[in-house]
Every structure is written in structure tokens, then in C-alpha cells.
């Protein structure tokens, strides 16, 4: 077979032709009509090419990666695809940030791995003393859903997607546990990525009447399955904004329906989850009140006096159900060392145990030790720690995008205190830790909330789930 010639000897008939060298071909854009080049190349193409030369290109300043004609700049910056947009009405500066701390100067801070002996051994101590009297214990609340039977049984599927439908269905099934799967319910995925766990969610509901779906992205994603919903009922919204800057209260949809929110994520990484939950239980509940005439407490407390009939339980109960803003939050935590004490929700908790910004900032990166660990020198120790850096990027794989600051300290560097498995233990301890700090911050809220183990730890290291109810709606054994 003759072999493929390696580029066009010729420009494209209504091609541009400018060759460009690098790629070994003539350029593929359509320049305007009557002229050989394109925009983009016509200054590139020699002075003598075409009349248009003698204009000058610039970079253009919103973007240097592409250029525009000087004379034509002021046209160009208003339809330059680099320009700031106008932001949405739910568009609000910092308002889910938290308010700033004066303590929170961490410039100086040295990396773990240059601290001394000494140091390393004062920040464990005030960790395992800081650690006491807290309830680490987990249960177990691995589940499934019916609605990803098929696909779990699927052996088309590989190990990767095996495992995050498994983490999907155990999410699913808990969001049925807590009695959130229902209709007339709007859920708020937060880090929706490519939107599968809203996907799953639709599904379990079946035709169920008015369930609204907010996926919430800060950046443009591939591959969205948005498109495979068939629920007629359902309807999705994306809303490409940082969850620092979201303000629910100004989404038309929950403005018009005044539906209960259900605000439900996958590895949702971080400060991220810091910024949904001060979102759900603090900014959002706090303008809905501010945009009622009456206060939403008091309609509730209409509703729950000791005059009640049987008759009128259920109607009763609907009614204060439609006026509790957060129906509830079901969020499977990850990548603890990405936490920022800025906007983190437990400072609170932190500072009554003698703790502030410093040791936050330590433990936050000692935290990854819990799923780095420490690389073994044998051969066997070795092909585990490669299983685990797959597992951890296949968990990665959704979420990793997101941007938010890796640790920068490499557990090879560390002073030799410690032992793989102490170091493991110590980041299990520090990932509870502010993670009880969360659990406090919610119950201060007005939530019963609690954390649970969701999938096995060889499906998915980052494997605990934050789930909360309000205490007023909370079932008997669902988040206690």
C-alpha cells in the first residue's frame, strides 16, 4: 500500500494559503472573500502577498494568544470571546468566602518537610490532644440503588468506571436513606463536573412531578451527560460560577417554585466544600428571609402548634416542608489538604480546642498522608503503592480539575519519626479532625449531621460521606 503523502502540496480550494511549518500543512481557515489568507496570517504572509498587508496585526490584549488588526481593536473587544462577561444576578462577590481572620498571616510558614524533629513532634502531640474526647467512629452506610443495577452489571464497563458507579449508587442510595429522593425537590450538585450524579438522581426519580436540577461548575466541562435525561418532568440548569461567589437565592427557578433545596456532591474537593455548605445553611436560608415579607421560622411555627388534628398532619407537614429552605446535604468529602482557613466552616471548633490558623494549615497538609503515604522500598511495597496512586487518580478523575492548591510536601523528605502506617493514621486523624469541625458548624446550623463511611476504601480512598437533615425534618436513625 502506497504510503500517505505527509501534507497538502497545495492550499484547500477556499482554504487560506499560508503554509504553516510547524504542523507541516496550509492552513484550514476560510479567509474572507476575495483574499487568499486569513485574518491571522495575512500579516505573516509577506508584504507583497495582498493589498491588506500594509495594515498592522497586534496581539490582542485580552488574550496574546491570537491576533486582530490595530484599526480594528475597539470592534474587536467587544466581541473578543477573551472578554469579562456580565455576570449573573446570582453572581455575588465573596459571599460565601467567610470573613477574614487577622491571624490568618501565613506567608512565613515553612513546608512540613523543613520543619525539625522537635517541631513535627509538638504538631502531633497538639493533634492527638486536640483529638480526645472526639467521636472518630464511623459506620458503615455502604448502599446501592436500583437504578444503576444494569450498568454495575455491565462488563463493558472497566475498573474506573466500575468504581465510580459504585460510589454513584452508594450516594444514591443514601439520598433514598435520608428520605431526600422525592419529587418537588430542586438538587444542587456542587462540583457537577460532568453531571452524573445529578444523571443517577434523575433516574431514581422516574417521572416524579416539578424536580429541578442546579449543576454548579466553575469551569467550561467535556463530556456532560446532560443530554441523556429523558425524565420530561426534570429540568437541568448549568451554572458555570465558583461556589464563593453563589448566591441561591437569586436563581430564578427557586425564586418562582420556592422548592426545598438538596445540595448533593461527589469528591467534592476542599475549600469547595466549605463554600457549598456556608452557601446552603447560612447565605441561602438568610436571603430567603430576608426576601419574605414574613419570616420563614414564623410560617413554621404556624404550622407546628399542639392543636394539630391527625386530619391535617400531612398537609401540615408539606407545608412546613415547602418553607424549609435546605431539605438537606449529602457530600462525599476529599483532597482535605486543599482546605483554606480563610473559608473554612469549623473555626470555631478549632479555636476551643486551643487551635488556630497554624496548626490548621499543617494538619490540612499532613492530611494527605492519609492516601499518599510513604513510598515503601521493596518490590511488593512498591507495585501497592502504584495500585494506590491509580486508585487516587482514578478518584481524581472528575474532580481534579477544579484547581484549588495541592500539598507541597513530598513524605519522602519528612524527618524519620514516623513509621507508613503512623503516617496514614496521622492523616486519617487530621482528615476527621476538620471534618469535625464541619459537623459542629452544621449543628450550630440548626442540622443533625454526621459522617459515614460510603464505599470500601479499595473502591475509593477518599470514601466518607457528610451527610445533615434539619433537625425539625430529621428522621428517626437517618443522621444521629
Same mark, same amino acid.
Given at each position: ?18 503554509? $504553516?511549518?510547524?504542523?507541516?500543512? +496550509? ?25 491588506? =498587508? ?11 494568544? !491570537? ?85 454495575? =452489571? ?9 468504581? !465510580? ?22 438538587? $444542587?450538585? +456542587? ?53 464563593? !461567589? ?65 386530619? =391535617?398532619?400531612? *398537609?401540615?407537614?408539606?407545608? %412546613? ?27 470555631? +471548633? +478549632? ?6 490558623? $497554624? ?34 487518580? =482514578? ?5 481534579? !480539575? ?14 524519620? %519519626? ?55 425534618? *430529621? ?6
Amino acid at each position: 500500500m502506497a504510503a500517505m503523502p505527509t501534507a497538502t502540496p497545495v492550499p484547500i480550494e477556499g482554504r487560506c494559503s499560508y503554509f $504553516v511549518e510547524r504542523k507541516n500543512r +496550509f492552513c484550514r481557515m476560510v479567509p474572507a472573500a476575495g483574499r487568499r489568507f486569513c485574518g491571522e496570517h495575512a500579516g505573516a504572509a509577506g508584504a507583497g502577498a495582498e493589498e491588506e =498587508n500594509t495594515r498592522k496585526r497586534i496581539l490582542c490584549p485580552l488574550d496574546p494568544k !491570537h491576533t486582530v488588526y490595530e484599526d480594528q481593536l475597539e470592534k474587536h473587544l467587544k466581541k473578543c470571546n477573551s472578554r469579562e462577561k456580565p455576570k449573573p444576578d446570582y453572581f455575588i462577590q465573596d459571599i460565601n468566602a467567610g470573613l477574614k481572620d487577622e491571624t490568618e498571616i501565613l506567608d512565613e510558614l515553612v513546608p512540613i518537610s523543613s520543619l525539625s524533629e522537635e517541631q513535627l513532634e509538638n504538631l502531633i502531640k497538639k493533634l492527638r490532644k486536640a483529638s480526645k474526647g472526639v467521636d472518630y467512629t464511623l459506620k458503615d452506610q455502604i448502599m446501592s440503588h436500583p437504578a444503576l443495577h444494569d450498568v454495575l =452489571n455491565d462488563p463493558k464497563n472497566g475498573d474506573s468506571a466500575f468504581k !465510580h458507579l459504585k460510589q454513584q449508587a452508594s450516594i444514591l442510595g443514601n439520598i433514598e436513606r435520608l428520605n431526600l429522593l422525592r419529587p418537588r425537590r430542586c438538587f $444542587v450538585e +456542587f462540583g457537577a463536573g460532568r453531571g452524573k450524579l445529578s444523571h443517577w438522581v434523575d433516574i431514581a426519580l422516574q417521572e416524579a412531578e416539578k424536580v429541578y436540577f442546579l449543576l454548579v461548575e466553575r469551569v467550561t466541562t467535556r463530556f456532560k451527560v446532560d443530554g441523556k435525561h429523558k425524565n420530561r418532568n426534570s429540568v437541568f440548569e448549568r451554572l458555570q460560577i465558583d461556589i464563593q !461567589h453563589l448566591c441561591l437565592s437569586k436563581i430564578p427557578v427557586l425564586i418562582k417554585e420556592k422548592l426545598p433545596v438538596v445540595g448533593i456532591g461527589k469528591h467534592l474537593c476542599g475549600v469547595a466544600t466549605d463554600l457549598a455548605l456556608r452557601c446552603l445553611v447560612e447565605t441561602y436560608p438568610t436571603r430567603c428571609r430576608e426576601g419574605n415579607e414574613e419570616p420563614v421560622a414564623k410560617r413554621i411555627k404556624k404550622t407546628d402548634t399542639e392543636n394539630d388534628t391527625s386530619g =391535617n398532619e400531612e *398537609s401540615e407537614k408539606n407545608e %412546613l416542608e415547602q418553607w424549609i429552605p435546605v431539605a438537606g446535604i449529602v457530600i462525599a468529602l476529599c483532597c482535605h489538604h486543599r482546605c483554606d482557613w480563610r473559608h473554612y466552616v469549623g473555626k470555631e +471548633f +478549632f479555636k476551643t480546642l486551643g487551635l488556630g490558623p $497554624v496548626e490548621f494549615n499543617y494538619f490540612q497538609r499532613m492530611s494527605s498522608w492519609a492516601t499518599c503515604g510513604m513510598r515503601e522500598t521493596t518490590l511488593e511495597t512498591s507495585k501497592i503503592n502504584i495500585k494506590k496512586r491509580d486508585d487516587q487518580t =482514578n478518584d481524581n478523575e472528575e474532580h481534579d !480539575h477544579e484547581g484549588y492548591r495541592k500539598t507541597d510536601d513530598n513524605p519522602e523528605g519528612l524527618p524519620g %519519626l514516623l513509621t507508613v502506617e503512623e503516617r496514614k493514621n496521622i492523616g486519617r486523624l487530621c482528615k476527621l479532625l476538620i471534618d469535625q469541625g464541619r459537623i459542629q458548624y452544621l449543628q450550630q446550623k440548626g442540622y443533625n449531621a454526621s459522617l459515614q463511611y460510603y464505599t470500601e476504601s479499595l473502591v475509593s480512598l477518599e470514601n466518607v460521606l457528610l451527610t445533615a437533615l434539619p433537625k425539625q425534618s *430529621s428522621t428517626p436513625g437517618s443522621t444521629t
